[in-house]
């Protein structure tokens, strides 16, 4: 087992701030105070805008993520000093401090993004004031708030990996590049399968973005479930791009190779909207349970504050667990083989790759991984064992299909999502079976996005309603 190309530091030692050991409890006591000062006035703030509805206007929909941003901002540093200057305990852990860079790189960026969205929501409001509440609509706002956590992931992800590299004794690692063997296809068959994942990527394109189209458009949509479909649509597709499009190059130019970077970055990425699509379905499953085991209290409670929170929550648990494997994995040395055999920069396969100790991976994988899979089916199980109690208890048929109506769409592409994990992870593999692993993920990288439009379109009333009406506007506008 080679050493090499790992960090020579364990730890590293933070001198905090320049002030004589006398003044140390004063300015401690400073801090503090304006680090509590900092989380409870922005706390406060976040309570009066979701308790007030005449405060539910796009201008302090972004002002509470900026709220929650600065808390978060505050709290990835001052802590620490906090603790150091009250204990004399300077070092922190070389993970920890590459976290610390992280986060506090995401949270600059985001509060940096947040303020140039509200700078936008205030020039519409003040130059386009006739068209300000045509504008500035909930969907566009959340398109803002999410595209602001993407450029801030995305950011501070770059600024890690490069560090995580300048960290390493020597070089970065012996492998600059890895090569994926792509698709268990032969080579007279490539053009066949080429011409067929290219169809299946445009049309998961294309009829997510549809699916995103009419829920904005149509006002009936504009409910919670359709609040979360829009996001898990968008997740199909960002999830689908992470994978086909380097995939579809790869066997229209032969050309196999993926930088280092590119390679873990992928794997960032495809983690993070696993975890995403993950996370969405629970909170759809949750949205479900309160329509129908609870209709009398589904308004007051799926409230548009409660369901933006839900998503930011599953963004905040999704780069988490992306982070948390790609660390570790950005400390490995790759000494000799570089081949993948996969269309994707997969974890596992990564691994195998190593030629350090993936002990911390393998645990990484076994605790987090397993609960970031289990913990979700669970509460779906939970949530539809509910539903299906109620189901039964109802006295109309046209009570229990309208109810069946409600949830099929989910439960289907739950059931789709799912059953290809549990069959990936969970059942033992043969010798035989040597592409299982390939087959699996292309049908929950690419043919469980794939669907998705279909599923919620051929078996909504509502969508299909939405379609209607879009395509009678069309027809109306062009006459």
């Not at 960026?109 to 130059?127: G, K």
């Not at 595209?147 to 600024?159: D, G, Q, R, T």
């Not at 929950?444 to 998705?452: D, E």
Request: glycine share 4%; hydrophobic share 50%; net charge neutral.
């Amino acid at each position: 087992m080679s050493h090499e190309n790992l960090s020579s530091v364990s730890e590293f030692l933070l001198l905090g701030l320049p002030i004589r050991p006398e003044q140390q409890a004063v300015f401690f006591t400073l801090f503090l105070g304006m680090y509590l000062t900092t989380v409870l006035g922005n706390l406060l703030i976040i309570l009066l805008i979701r308790l007030d509805s005449r405060l539910h206007t796009p201008m302090y929909f972004f002002l509470s993520h900026l709220a929650l941003t600065d808390i978060s901002f505050s709290s990835v540093t001052v802590p620490k000093m906090l603790m150091d200057m009250q204990t004399k305990y300077k070092s922190i852990p070389c993970e920890e401090c590459i976290f610390q860079t992280y986060f506090f790189v995401f949270f600059t960026d985001l509060d940096s993004f947040l303020i140039t969205s509200m700078a936008y929501d205030r020039y519409v409001a003040i130059c386009h004031l006739l068209h300000y509440t045509a504008i500035m609509r909930e969907g566009l706002c959340a398109f803002l708030v999410v595209i602001s956590w993407i450029l801030s992931c995305a950011s501070s992800l770059s600024h890690t990996l490069l560090l995580t590299q300048l960290m390493k004794r020597g070089n970065q690692s012996t492998i600059s590049e890895f090569l994926l063997l792509g698709l268990p296809v032969r080579p007279e068959q490539q053009t066949m399968f080429f011409a067929l994942f290219l169809g299946m990527y445009l049309i998961t394109v294309l009829g997510n973005l549809l699916i995103i189209l009419l829920i904005q458009l149509d006002s009936h949509l504009h409910t919670p479930m359709y609040f979360f479909l829009s996001h898990l649509a968008l997740t199909d597709i960002s999830l689908s791009s992470v994978t086909v499009p380097k995939m579809l190059m790869s066997m229209h130019t032969q050309e196999q190779s993926i930088p280092y970077a590119g390679c873990v970055t992928q794997m960032y990425f495809f983690i993070f909207f696993t975890d995403l699509d993950n996370f969405l379905l629970t909170s759809m499953a949750y949205d479900r349970y309160m329509a129908i085991c609870h209709p009398l209290r589904y308004t007051t409670v799926m409230k548009e504050g409660l369901c933006t929170l839900l998503v930011a929550v599953c963004w905040i648990l999704s780069c988490t667990n992306a982070l948390t494997h790609t660390l570790p994995l950005a400390q490995l040395s790759f000494c000799a083989d570089n081949t993948i055999p996969h269309f994707f920069c997969d974890l596992a396969a990564l691994l195998k790759l190593s030629c350090s100790d993936i002990s911390l991976n393998e645990l990484l994988i076994f605790t987090v991984g397993l609960a970031v899979i289990t913990l979700p089916l669970i509460c779906i199980l939970i949530s539809y064992g509910h539903i299906g109690v109620t189901i039964l208890k109802a006295q109309s048929t046209k009570g229990i299909l309208k109810a069946l109506s409600t949830c099929g769409s989910h439960l289907s592409v739950v059931s789709l999502y799912y059953g290809t994990i549990i069959g990936l992870y969970f059942v033992p593999s043969s010798s035989a079976s040597s592409d299982k692993d390939i087959i699996a993920s292309v049908t929950y990288t690419v043919v469980t996005p794939l669907l998705n439009p279909f599923i919620y379109s051929l078996r909504n009333r509502d969508i299909k309603g939405a379609l209607e009406r879009l395509f009678n506007r069309a027809i109306v506008l062009s006459q």
